[in-house]
């Protein structure tokens, strides 16, 4: 049988956003009105076609105080006093929330009780738990702080030292992966009936966890594949002023650059079932920058250690270590382009551009301005490292949170690069994998492919099993 888990509290506690996180479903509906909810809705986990758990969404109790003088009442008299609270209640229209509530109770559902725990302790909640207690079912509660406030902290703990098998800190609008194993631990623990489902149903989680990092890798490489073999081609007619007409071309280039990279930040998010919500990225992400800002490569591209590394590695030589001022002064990326093409760091190729750098009159016609694939490492260096942010904002964005909604207590991070301490040996493998992909060969099965990828793949386990960003 699948374990069940009944997600219950007061209404407006985050039960439905606690629900939404750790199922990462986005389709369950969080409101800030409290008592919306007045139905029970099972939500199943399927791995690999499979359901391996199910989480229900409950209303919100209404009156647990009357609830729980009637349970009393009817324990002495009835067999369950649970089944039969429900059926004498069938026909009381203030008692729905409350009957509804009970039903994945009765059918054998463990019990996570949610609570706000920034608020203080009142009797209502200590009736609801009193109710949940004599349910004698397995149950764990949850503290999900709606605000930073730990003044009642201890006090909701020392609650449920007493009416709990085991409570955690779990907050539905920050929760990593790597906290959601960390309850589905604690769920384990609170039943032996549980703990070889859930351990399986854990295994899983790993598994496809990993699976998905896998296909992350994937769409990351395909991403550089397409991005360093991206060729743009203008023709120059006679008479055609050169400026234009590379200033076209090098918007174009960006624009492209741009598409390709929003595609594959796009997946990304569908892999992780972002599927509804756009997670809002911090308003000082280095995300909102243009690819070929400044500061994005600045902070995101080749370090110097790394740019003398590079020329260390022999082999065929390449383009490394933008002059990052250049990209930022008045004249801009075009300057670049049109400098570097023509001079010794060549940055994006140049048919004909470095004979047209000492001919710098009117074209003679029929020639063509070339951008593209791409010359520097740093490119490379830039996009995968604005993938990984990507990654790790996605990951770390829990789907109970929804757009708009403050994130108290949340330390956005500025961007940070993944890639600094890198040693010879990774940028080696990005070397060669560039130069294959510049060459136009990045999107076939190669060694050097390969190679990146199995290093991708620590990189992302590494920034999903690390702590979450509001610990930092
Ligand atoms: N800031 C913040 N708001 C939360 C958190 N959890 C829930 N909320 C908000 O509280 C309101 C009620 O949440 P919901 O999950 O629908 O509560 P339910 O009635 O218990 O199911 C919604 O507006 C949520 O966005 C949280 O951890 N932090
Ligand atoms: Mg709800």
Redesign the pocket.
Known sequence: MVPEFAII?H???????VLSTLAEDDSVR???T?GE?RECRVFPVVIDGREVLRFTDTP?FQNPGRVLSELKRLSGIASDPFVTFRSASAGDPELHDDRELLGPVVRGAGIIY?VDGSRPLRNVDRAEMEILRISARPRLAII???QADERHLEAWKNEFRQHFNSFRIF???RATYAERILLLEALQAIDQDWQQPLAEVIAAFRRDWASRNQRCTEIIADLLAAALSLRLEGKLAAGDDEEPCRQRLFADYQRQLAQLENGAHRQIQTLFKHNIFRSQLPPHSLLHEEIFSARSWQLLGLTRRQVVLVGGLGGAAIGAGIDVAALGHGLGLFTLFGTLAGGAGAFFGGKNLSSRARFLGQPLGGESLQIGPAKSLDLLFVLLNRALLFYRHTINWAH?R?EG??P?GVVLWAGENFTHHWSAGKIRTCRDFFLLASGGKGDEESEERQQLQTMLADTLTEISTSEGPHRQ
């Open positions: 509290g209404p407006n506690e985050g039960k439905s956003s969080v409101s800030p409290p909810t919100g949610v999900n702080s709606k907050n539905a609008h109970g929804r909604a403050t108290e």
